[in-house]
């Protein structure tokens, strides 16, 4: 069974709390706050005005730039204020609040669950829609999905590798849609196959779903050039550079994207998105979230749609526990704690899980043995004792040209560490420091 | 005996080659420098801080040696002093400058501050500030982390375990300016040291709405402008939700103190009460708990008030 070349580790997966849940939807929140930043790149700009009527799958928020995503209203109601809130972790950005009035959905959405596989539109078309749909990777990085959909002059993509991996523990949003919803991320994956002009689409799947594995490899035998890859369990497989080496064995240099190798990486929660926007005319307005943990009464996958409070999925998950140390957004390896909870769910939230305070507490950082594990267990070849030296001693340009930008954010390096020495944290504030700089000179260029 | 002979010519010789050859290469090969280069050096406090804007002491004295004015040209540690030395050596003239020291911009104590997270990782304000907002509710204020602290070479600045915030000691602060570049936040500011080592500043730099402001902190400023209303001296402006005093245009009235309604302007090193000064807005509910606060302040400090200065503020 394949798996990545380079370094990575393996932790306990803990899926075993919110695996083969159903997935349900979480009631409609009172009021919803629709955050303007929820994708990589320049935020949106709002289009509509307080006091305005918006109804489910209305444009309320246009792309601020190529690398932005349009928004649009999850719920129906009147439009409050267009006020600041706090994100979960305390930082303001933007947002437009809307009160909820019923349920009223735009007329041309389809709503009905018939699978529909029919597609006749043009390459050009699908983009078209994709992009207007407010699309972006719902792995985690959030990047438009509509940039990776058109390659530079000069690259041509040839296979599209699909990320059904969900190597972070604890997280199985991304396993259970493609138990229900296989059939419609099958039709997906023909729509941007047909998007991108390619044949070729390969599924890498971990091998700790092997139902999911079953299902898709059932639906890939009757779709040409559709393949699935079963894969040895490695974290961070999950990762766009070492989920194309896995599965087709080319490795991305670096500072590049995928599109060097040929390669387009799209994960299924994306992939359904991609389904829903193309052939029923639905935005981006939901997701599936893993709330789970070890003490959590309900954990399970929801579907929620943006603009719900955080506190209210959790409600619904069976509350806090009150044994909880810490909640993170995420999961938790790549995941951050979150000290706001009022936070709306996003396209960003995959998941939520709450460690129990046993669990949660750091463990005291020693003296660097020179053991080399790090090195070892990086999956992008850097030498993350190094880097995290360099940062604390503020030396940003020696970072540089030891390829901290290359730095995935995986957080092997911490969880292999013997001495639980804090390297992401400060490789973390290197990588942003080192950014910036990089930024500034190409604007002074 | 013979031995000792040969090997003691051999190598007196050879000392003797080694001796003269070394000469003509050091005269051959001689670096013409300044010779006052070294002079300035001396005089020169010799930390390696980089506060002036260069490498080092010496190579602050080598540009003072090819400058033709010591304008621009100053050491933040020796101040005024040390650079009338340096112009005694070169025969230049000193450039005027106002003695400074380091203030940090935030009064948010733990009980003006409540903390809504707890933070177990690395102790250092630059990680949190990559992180998230921080241990309070406040995304503009002090971490309390110590950044400051390991930066400064001169033990000037220490967090009082009281208030969970760096307090700088300023006999012993040289204004280098490394803590200013250290805190992730830029809470901490280089400020006229002012006469008799007097100052007013405003203690916050949140840019919060007030309401949130006030929600997060107690002490911070709101940015209702009644200081800017108050002053006379167009001294104080206010942008972004936060007041800011000019230094170079304060008089020092201290009208703005009694005006801040929520206590976030701060004077340091005046006496506990202005008799000869009527304060014309009537005192604030908060006012006497000031008072009280500043006669303490005044009391910590007072035997650290230098002799006093006969300079006024200019405008």
């Known amino acids: 069974m394949k798996t990545f070349r380079i370094g990575g580790v393996h932790p306990h997966d803990n899926k075993t709390y919110s695996a083969h849940k159903q997935i349900t939807e979480v009631p409609l929140p009172q009021k919803a706050v629709i955050p303007l930043v929820q994708h990589i790149g320049a935020p949106s700009k709002p289009i509509v005005q307080k006091g305005d009527e918006v109804k489910v799958g209305q444009l309320i928020a246009e792309a601020g730039g190529f690398v932005s995503a349009n928004i649009h209203s999850p719920v129906s109601g009147k439009v409050q204020k267009i006020d600041a809130i706090k994100d979960a972790w305390g930082m303001t950005m933007p947002a437009i609040f809307i009160d909820v009035e019923g349920d009223e959905w735009l007329p041309e959405i389809d709503r009905t669950p018939t699978i529909n596989n029919i597609c006749k539109l043009e390459a050009k078309e699908i983009i078209e829609k994709i992009k207007a749909a407010g699309i972006v990777g719902l792995g985690g990085a959030c990047f438009p999905t509509h940039v990776k959909l058109m390659p530079p002059p000069g690259k041509t993509a040839e296979v599209l590798v699909v990320n059904g991996v969900e190597c972070e523990p604890y997280l199985t949003c991304d396993h259970q849609l493609m138990l229900e919803h296989g059939e419609e991320i099958m039709i997906g994956i023909q729509i941007l196959m047909k998007a991108l002009g390619i044949s070729k689409a390969v599924i890498g799947i971990e091998k700790n779903k092997p139902d999911a594995i079953e299902h898709m490899q059932k639906l890939a035998s009757h779709t040409l050039g559709v393949s699935v890859e079963p894969l040895n369990l490695r974290y961070p497989q999950g990762g766009e550079k070492q989920l194309i080496d896995a599965c087709i064995r080319r490795q991305v240099p670096s500072g590049a994207l995928p599109i060097e190798v040929g390669a387009v990486v799209d994960n299924v929660a994306t992939i359904y998105a991609v389904y829903e926007a193309v052939q029923k005319n639905k935005p981006l307005i939901s997701r599936v979230m893993t709330v789970t943990g070890k003490e959590v009464k309900n954990p399970g996958n929801y579907l929620v749609r943006f603009g719900t409070p955080l506190s209210d999925v959790m409600t619904v998950a069976g509350g806090v526990p009150e044994t909880t140390g810490k909640i993170i957004g995420g999961g938790p390896m790549m995941g951050r704690a979150m000290n706001n909870i009022d936070m709306p769910a996003n396209k960003r939230v995959s998941g939520m899980l709450l460690l129990p305070e046993s669990e949660s507490l750091r463990k005291k950082p020693e003296n660097c043995i020179r053991c080399g594990k790090c090195v070892s267990a990086c999956p992008m070849g850097l030498e993350p004792y190094l880097l995290s030296k360099l940062s604390a001693y503020q030396r940003w340009d020696d970072m540089e040209t030891h390829n901290v930008m290359d730095c995935i954010d995986c957080g092997c390096c911490q969880f292999t560490c013997p001495s639980a020495r804090p390297l992401l944290d400060y490789i973390r504030v290197g990588k942003a420091t080192v950014g910036a700089n990089i930024r500034a000179r190409a604007a002074a260029k | ?315």
């Not at chain 2, 009082?160 to 809470?187: F, M, W, Y």
């Open chain 2, 1 to 315: 005996m013979n031995i000792i002979w040969i090997s003691l010519t051999v190598l007196g010789c050879t000392a003797l080659l080694a001796a003269v050859l070394l000469y003509v290469i050091a005269q051959k090969f001689k670096v013409e420098e300044d010779p006052r280069i070294d002079l300035v050096q001396e005089v020169l406090p010799g930390a390696n801080c980089g506060g002036c804007g260069f490498a080092g002491c010496r190579a602050l004295a080598e540009a003072c040696c090819k400058a033709d004015t010591l304008d621009g040209l100053l050491c933040p540690v020796g101040g005024q002093e040390t650079m009338k030395k340096v112009g005694d050596i070169l025969g230049l003239a000193p450039a005027a400058s106002d003695p400074m020291v380091a203030v940090v911009r935030c009064n948010g104590t733990c009980e003006a501050r409540p903390r809504t997270s707890r933070y177990d990782g690395t102790q250092s304000c630059r990680v949190v500030n990559a992180l998230y907002v921080g241990e309070t509710g406040c995304a503009f204020g002090c971490l309390g982390c110590g950044d400051c602290v390991k930066a400064c070479q001169f033990g000037a600045i220490n967090i009082n375990p009281q208030t969970g915030l760096p307090e700088v000691d300023e006999e012993k602060c040289t204004s280098c300016g490394a803590c200013v570049k250290a805190c992730p936040r830029h809470i901490i500011e280089l400020r006229k040291k002012g006469p008799k080592s007097r100052r007013i500043w405003v203690d916050c730099v949140n840019k919060d709405k007030g309401a949130v402001a006030r929600k997060n902190c107690l002490n911070a400023c709101i940015g209702c402008g009644k200081c800017q209303k108050e002053c006379q001296f167009e001294a104080i402006t206010v942008e972004n939700n936060v007041a800011y005093i000019d230094f170079n245009k304060c008089r020092m009235c201290r009208k703005c103190v009694s005006a801040c309604p929520t206590g976030a302007i701060h004077e340091l090193n005046f006496p506990p009460k202005p008799a000869p000064k009527p304060v014309e807005a009537a005192p604030k509910a908060e006012a006497p708990k000031q008072e009280s606060q500043k006669a303490e302040a005044v009391t910590k400090v007072e035997s650290n008030v230098e002799p006093a200065k006969k300079e006024e503020p200019k405008q």
